[in-house]
């Protein structure tokens, strides 16, 4: 793996605040909830003393203070944990041998996190967790946690940094293992736990530690246990995500600004060009009209279809919330179309606009352009497409910044910086292993969404790629809750509901 | 004229330095040419200390002082002065009456400067004059102002704000005066002078004062002495201005930037969008595609297009000089294309690019539109044909932010903020006086470049509309100025040549 893995996509603008978050009825073993709903206190305390410690990504004599603090959690519950790497931020490994047991499920979290701003936290520090009667947006107010006599609702939530992504699946996970050793129930996995802490800095190190540690972390399947459950709250599996490739296009015009009296339909315009340039590549319903574009997709299986067709409905809430008139793709579904690989100009630039804008022939315009990408397209290939593309347009391609020499030479020039990124993943829905989580997932709640593919981007592909380990998306908390910005929190009825599911798979 | 009149368009960005100046050969009347010689240290001490004197337009009590400096200087030359206005910059007024002469010739020139960036001034303060045997472009160095007994090169050049803009016209008309004084010639015409202090603010208050002094300001042409000549260095004279109108269009996708991943081709991308409807405007030799666009064009007449032939080609020097490896418009000719009304994107953003750049659906995109001009279209009207071209693409214009209910109705929206700007100015070459003023310059020249119009835009129609009198563009200094630029200079070859132009125009 070359470079640093982005922050996952999944965990970035995703707060949107579309839905009524559903009301989850327990549905799961009556032993564990009953454990739940007698503990929620202590689970609650465990989960705000680990929200106390600081841990921004960049901080990084905080950020062991938290593996230190993790360690000690994790081994109150017999897990025997090591520190596989510490130089850079500790990567705690952690394992815990179920008796007769024969696979081994491999479960991810992070236990760092974004930059803080703390002036934009409303009522209080971003480390110091408060609980409020109900989302801040809709008037949720700071209550005193509860005497052990009140019982938690499920609406409430905790404010902190990390609340949700990714501190409360960790918490999850161990009061899950207490739940069910306080029920007497024993996992029918081992279980393996990797807990990174340098993920919201991009995941420097992960590739290169996950192939260092290969046999270590052997596993049958990796649960990736992050990022929110699907707009409508449901409990929710992903079976994939797509890859992304990046592209950034100037094309050029005269050597310096020019006035666009004075040479205004004689030098040929960069900003009009690109344009053309960006026009010539989707058409008005938004398809890719790039040779090849869709060429690699592979087909849906008949049990991902079903699942599409599965998914609540949330086009019509979402284009209400976004004040949208219309989307893409002929009104077809929003998880349909992320099976497909995209094209967006996620950023576009020539001279100023506004107040700032001067009548002038800008000297060059820039587009940013990222590609989604779907199994079996290969990034670079992908970029290749469009590469190839822009040539058929007329244009003169570069990687490095034109001699004035070459554009004098070529009517038409573009410099084209790549940005690798990486491919797609999908896990076979069909997989066995695929199948019993669906169904420990489903155990756990009235309605459970399977996505065949996320639409945002995760370098999930690396598990896949250095330990041969397939990987599916087990996300537990409310798809509101602010991660990456301030006032991040987890809804309690998820977080109490995530210890149900997380149980649920230890003995799936 | 409602609003303010913009910067001058030919004075800004005009700095090209292109060509070798052409080292101009003496043709005038030698009696001219005889005392600009015998009297080049006192007309270039009268230049530097009225550079000596600080112009910036926002600085009102210098630019008094240079007020009652310059008025001072007409005096002397027995010119009748009146400050017509001095509440705000005061707008000089003067007047030289020729015995026997019927007609009446008024000059335009403005003695205020651009704001100044002293660090970007290499040697020198920007109102402290110097000498350079050069351009500093090309190593000019700075020398001592000669002694009495040393000529001046033509091509040394005197470095200062305000030199070539708009100072060394005003001097170089006085200095006109005194020679056919000295010589023992009279002017063939009443002779007024108008000087303003505040174009480089943007002429707040011009349009207002010439309807005000409309009796007073009555003369046969209007000879506006601002601005470079042509590209070559050649003496030069436009016959018109293009008008302006500025358009800034607003495309709008989701309500605030989506992950790019997750909504990624679903949501509508408004730099899409925006890069659709751009690119249906104009096709790819740069010929517009907008209904009516052309619709409204006066055909030139046969003496334009005679002049358009005979202006020097520069096309090929351009192209080598701004990199260049295609020009719009088929390889039609600079001067030819300016006689066309234009569209030009000036600036075009939405979301980030480079660094800054985030993998997100932007939420909107802008492009600043400016249309130039030319005789017989109406500004509004043309602005209507793009509003009406952007309807015909599908998008509900309003002029307003829209309401999300509005985004929500509607499949694309686009808002259309429209700068009104000005329309375009042709005086006939067939006129009379207008034969003469080319013939009087001609006989300065060894070669006149006459232009049918320039490319930028200057609200020379005010001049028309409010006094109802011709106007002609007479600009005598060097292109390659550095007007509104740091180093601005004038040549002295120009300068001196310019006494000559305008001595022949006073009996011409």
Same mark, same amino acid.
């Given at each position: 793996?070359?470079?640093?893995?982005?922050?996952?996509?999944?965990?970035?603008?995703?707060?949107?605040?579309?839905?009524?978050?559903?009301?989850?009825?327990?549905?799961?073993?009556?032993?564990?909830?009953?454990?739940? !709903?007698?503990? &929620?206190?202590? #689970?609650?305390? +465990?989960? *705000? =003393?680990? @929200?106390?410690?600081?841990?921004?990504?960049?901080?990084?004599?905080?950020?062991?203070?938290?593996?230190?603090?993790?360690?000690?959690?994790?081994?109150? !519950?017999?897990? &025997?944990?090591? #520190?596989?790497? +510490?130089? *850079? =931020?500790? @990567?705690?490994?952690?394992?815990?041998?179920?008796?007769?047991?024969?696979?081994?499920?491999?479960?991810?979290?992070?236990?760092?996190?974004?930059?803080?701003?703390?002036? &934009?936290?409303?009522?209080?520090?971003?480390?110091?967790?408060? @609980?409020?009667?109900?989302?801040?947006?809709?008037?949720?107010?700071?209550?005193?946690?509860?005497?052990?006599?009140?019982?938690?609702?499920?609406?409430?939530?905790?404010?902190?940094?990390?609340?949700?992504?990714?501190?409360?699946?960790?918490?999850?996970?161990?009061?899950?293992?207490?739940?069910?050793?306080?029920?007497?129930?024993?996992?029918?996995?081992?279980?393996?736990?990797?807990?990174?802490?340098?993920?919201?800095?991009?995941?420097?190190?992960?590739?290169?530690?996950?192939?260092?540690?290969?046999?270590?972390?052997?596993?049958?399947?990796?649960?990736?246990?992050?990022?929110?459950?699907?707009?409508?709250?449901?409990?929710?599996?992903?079976?994939?995500?797509?890859?992304?490739?990046?592209?950034?296009?100037?094309?050029?015009?005269?050597?310096?600004?020019?006035?666009?009296?004075?040479?205004?339909?004689?030098?040929?315009?960069?900003?009009?060009?690109?344009?053309?340039?960006?026009?010539?590549?989707?058409?008005?319903?938004?398809?890719?009209?790039?040779?090849?574009?869709?060429?690699?997709?592979?087909?849906?299986?008949?049990?991902?279809?079903?699942?599409?067709?599965?998914?609540?409905?949330?086009?019509?809430?979402?284009?209400?919330?976004?004040?949208?008139?219309?989307?893409?793709?002929?009104?077809?579904?929003?998880?349909?179309?992320?099976?497909?690989?995209?094209?967006?100009?996620?950023?576009?630039?020539?001279?100023?606009?506004?107040?700032?804008?001067?009548?002038?022939?800008?000297?060059?315009?820039?587009?940013?352009?990222?590609?989604?990408?779907?199994?079996?397209?290969?990034?670079?290939?992908?970029?290749?497409?469009?590469?190839?593309?822009?040539?058929?347009?007329?244009?003169?391609?570069?990687?490095?910044?034109?001699?004035?020499?070459?554009?004098?030479?070529?009517?038409?020039?573009?410099?084209?910086?790549?940005?690798?990124?990486?491919?797609?993943?999908?896990?076979?829905?069909?997989?066995?292993?695929?199948?019993?989580?669906?169904?420990?997932?489903?155990?756990?709640?009235?309605?459970?969404?399977?996505?065949?593919?996320?639409?945002?981007?995760?370098?999930?592909?690396?598990?896949?790629?250095?330990?041969?380990?397939?990987?599916?998306?087990?996300?537990?908390?409310?798809?509101?809750?602010?991660?990456?910005?301030?006032?991040?929190?987890?809804?309690?009825?998820?977080?109490?509901?995530?210890?149900?599911?997380?149980?649920?798979?230890?003995?799936?």
């Amino acid at each position: 793996m070359t470079g640093r893995l982005i922050i996952p996509a999944s965990l970035v603008l995703c707060s949107l605040l579309v839905f009524e978050v559903s009301r989850l009825e327990t549905s799961a073993a009556p032993d564990i909830a009953a454990y739940v !709903r007698a503990n &929620q206190h202590a #689970i609650v305390s +465990e989960l *705000t =003393a680990f @929200l106390s410690i600081p841990n921004v990504s960049s901080d990084l004599p905080n950020v062991q203070k938290n593996a230190r603090h993790l360690r000690r959690l994790m081994e109150r !519950r017999g897990i &025997q944990t090591q #520190i596989l790497e +510490e130089g *850079t =931020a500790p @990567l705690i490994y952690g394992e815990l041998t179920a008796p007769g047991a024969s696979q081994t499920l491999l479960f991810y979290c992070h236990y760092d996190g974004e930059p803080v701003e703390p002036a &934009q936290w409303v009522g209080h520090e971003p480390f110091e967790p408060v @609980l409020r009667d109900g989302p801040l947006s809709r008037g949720g107010a700071i209550i005193p946690f509860p005497n052990e006599e009140t019982p938690y609702d499920d609406d409430w939530r905790i404010y902190a940094r990390s609340a949700s992504d990714d501190k409360a699946p960790i918490i999850a996970l161990l009061a899950a293992l207490d739940a069910m050793q306080e029920s007497g129930i024993s996992p029918d996995y081992h279980l393996k736990f990797l807990f990174e802490g340098e993920e919201e800095a991009g995941s420097p190190h992960l590739a290169e530690f996950l192939g260092k540690y290969r046999d270590l972390l052997g596993a049958d399947l990796v649960i990736f246990a992050d990022g929110p459950v699907y707009q409508t709250g449901d409990p929710t599996l992903y079976f994939g995500v797509r890859g992304i490739a990046k592209l950034e296009v100037t094309v050029y015009g005269p050597v310096r600004h020019l006035h666009s009296g004075h040479y205004g339909n004689w030098a040929p315009n960069p900003a009009m060009q690109l344009s053309q340039l960006l026009a010539s590549m989707k058409d008005r319903d938004g398809r890719v009209l790039i040779e090849g574009f869709y060429e690699d997709v592979r087909p849906l299986t008949e049990e991902e279809r079903k699942a599409l067709e599965g998914a609540p409905a949330i086009e019509a809430s979402l284009k209400q919330d976004l004040a949208l008139g219309w989307t893409e793709g002929n009104n077809r579904g929003l998880p349909e179309l992320l099976t497909l690989p995209s094209l967006n100009v996620h950023g576009m630039e020539s001279a100023w606009v506004g107040d700032q804008s001067r009548t002038i022939v800008p000297a060059e315009a820039t587009a940013s352009i990222d590609l989604r990408l779907v199994p079996e397209i290969d990034p670079v290939r992908q970029q290749e497409r469009v590469v190839a593309h822009i040539r058929r347009q007329g244009f003169h391609v570069v990687a490095e910044v034109p001699s004035l020499e070459l554009r004098r030479r070529h009517e038409k020039v573009a410099r084209v910086v790549r940005h690798y990124g990486y491919p797609a993943l999908r896990t076979p829905m069909e997989l066995p292993l695929a199948r019993r989580l669906a169904g420990a997932v489903e155990r756990a709640g009235s309605r459970v969404v399977k996505l065949p593919t996320m639409g945002g981007s995760v370098p999930l592909y690396v598990f896949n790629d250095q330990l041969g380990v397939p990987v599916i998306g087990l996300p537990t908390v409310n798809p509101d809750n602010n991660q990456h910005s301030p006032n991040e929190n987890i809804r309690l009825g998820h977080f109490f509901r995530a210890i149900e599911i997380f149980a649920e798979v230890f003995r799936m």
